[in-house]
Nanobody, 120 residues
Framework: QVQLVESGGGLVQPGGSLRLSCAAS????????MTWYRQAPGKERELVAA????????NYADSVKGRFTISKDNAKNTAYLQMNSLKPEDTAVYYC?????????????WGQGTQVTVSS
């Protein structure tokens, strides 16, 4: 049974930092590209940051470039999202997503989400 469990969310003041973790089990983590998404109330889910399976390439939404860093530790089966200089508009539920795909097949898993609230 595949599980993705996010943790590390919470309430933080503007300008503060949080590190989200996504612990994976039940899959060969090194085969999976990882993506963090977020969804704010009344808005669509949006991609925040993505990293390739081996961790060699990353991609970020323009709104978080220079402030957020995605990483993955294949030895620990965990992906991370380091969030610095947080702004109120970063408030959302953050979800991690794991995808592995090949010729004619794809596996796609989601975590349950963790709430991040940026407020003074």
């Amino acid at each position: 049974q595949v599980q993705l469990v996010e943790s590390g969310g919470g309430l933080v003041q503007p300008g503060g930092s949080l590190r989200l973790s996504c612990a994976a089990s039940g899959l060969t983590f090194s085969m999976y590209a990882m993506t963090w998404y977020r969804q704010a109330p009344g808005k669509e889910r949006e991609l925040v940051a993505a990293i390739t399976a081996a961790g060699g390439s990353t991609n970020y939404a323009d709104s978080v470039k220079g402030r957020f860093t995605i990483s993955k530790d294949n030895a620990k089966n965990t992906a991370y999202l380091q969030m610095n200089s947080l702004k109120p508009e970063d408030t959302a539920v953050y979800y991690c997503n794991a995808v592995a795909a090949g010729s004619g097949w794809e596996y796609d898993y989601w975590g349950q989400g963790t709430q991040v609230t940026v407020s003074s």
